[in-house]
């Protein structure tokens, strides 16, 4: 079947429809990772977009349900070069036709998606429509595009209600704004017992639960749709409890100290950036996943001060609070998928909440 990519600027795109054979507008973005499709699909912060993979041949290993970072698929639509029909992995539990199919997200394949990276890089992100009509009307799709935005994303991808990760080491609070599973993970399996709770929780239930550290997670969306989350999060700063935020937990935090965040043109989503460590000077290849960034100029220097940097484009990458036990990262240090160089930050935050516990 026939399946069209339209995007807001008038360029058409034509391929073949891959998963389901429904409408669908969204906001359209590329990833640069040459591996990692199923976590990127089920990537909470993914939600509200379609995906274009650089990568051209997708799909050879199929899906493996373990290396899901979350219960479903998140993305809107998937935009592929070349899918593999018949994957060769003996993890292989199903293809990403099927997969798509299952969860009803529509792609297409079979288009130049060199060539669509390159209108997104030179003109920035923008709106589009996968659509198998081939009799669709341009001013109607138009139209459409232009109306679309997103919403509040972070309410639609977070938990139901407070879960736990049992564990005998230090008690963390993880706040659910969109958490990929490997987040909960790498706290868990350095011992610590993890309590996810869903974005909505108020800061008073949180504190009342006497945490050893709290963990703000990423996320879908613009952080300043998330005004209520804010709020909780200031309350959370005025404590003395060890806090370790990663990519919209990052901005929230930055935006609950009075800082400014704006949109980046086209974003950073891959697991090959570089970022460097403004303490050390050192260097680290980092998975990211992100379109809106902290702007350094609006923070308050008796508050915060940049901790790290994007070496491509020199945007903010992190931030260490002044008199606080509170740093954060845009980059995923869990990286699921990328490479694990920035794993070490949850060793520092394990030893954050050590001194706190001795103090």
Not at 103 to 128: F, H, K, Q, V
Not at 150 to 176: H, I, N, Q, W
Not at 243 to 258: D, E, K, R, S, V
């Amino acid at each position: 079947m026939k399946a069209f990519l339209i995007l807001e600027d008038g360029h058409v795109f034509s391929g073949t429809s891959i998963g389901s054979a429904r409408e669908t507008v969204s906001e359209i973005v590329f990833n640069t990772s040459m591996t990692g499709y199923p976590e990127v699909l089920t990537d909470p912060s993914y939600a509200g977009q379609a995906v274009a993979m650089t990568y051209p041949l997708i799909g050879n290993y199929g899906i493996c349900c373990e290396d899901m970072e979350s219960e479903r698929p998140w993305v809107d639509g998937f935009i592929v070069r070349e899918l593999s029909r018949m994957p060769s992995n003996f993890r292989s539990e199903d293809t990403i036709q099927n997969f798509l199919l299952k969860y009803e997200i529509p792609g297409i394949c079979g288009i130049d998606t060199r060539a669509l990276t390159r209108l997104l890089r030179e003109s920035g992100t923008m709106n589009g429509m996968i659509t198998t009509d081939e009799n669709y009307r341009m001013e109607d799709v138009r139209r459409k595009l232009k109306a679309y935005a997103t919403g509040d994303e972070v309410s639609k991808v977070t938990c139901r209600e407070k879960y736990v990760l049992a564990g005998g080491g230090p008690r963390v609070a993880l706040l659910d704004l969109g958490a990929k599973r490997n987040i909960a993970r790498s706290l868990h399996n350095r011992g610590c017992e993890v309590t996810v709770y869903p974005s909505f929780t108020p800061a008073e239930e949180i504190i009342a639960s006497h945490p050893d550290g709290i963990m703000l997670s990423n996320g879908p969306g613009d952080p300043k749709a998330c005004g209520k989350v804010i709020e909780e999060i200031r309350r959370l700063y005025e404590t003395d409890i060890p806090i370790f935020a990663i990519c919209l937990g990052h901005q929230l935090m930055a935006l609950a100290t009075g800082a400014d965040t704006y949109r980046l043109k086209y974003g950073h989503r891959g697991g090959n950036h570089p970022v460097k460590d403004l303490e050390t000077g050192r260097v680290y290849i980092t998975s990211q996943n992100h379109g809106y960034a902290v702007d350094t100029e609006s923070l308050n220097p008796q508050m915060a001060a940049p901790a790290f940097q994007n070496v491509n484009d020199g945007t903010n990458e992190g931030l260490s609070y002044t008199g606080k036990r509170i740093f954060t990262v845009q980059f995923h240090p869990e990286a699921c998928p990328g490479p694990q160089d920035s794993g070490y930050l949850f060793d520092r935050f394990m030893k954050m909440m050590e001194v706190s516990a001795d103090a």
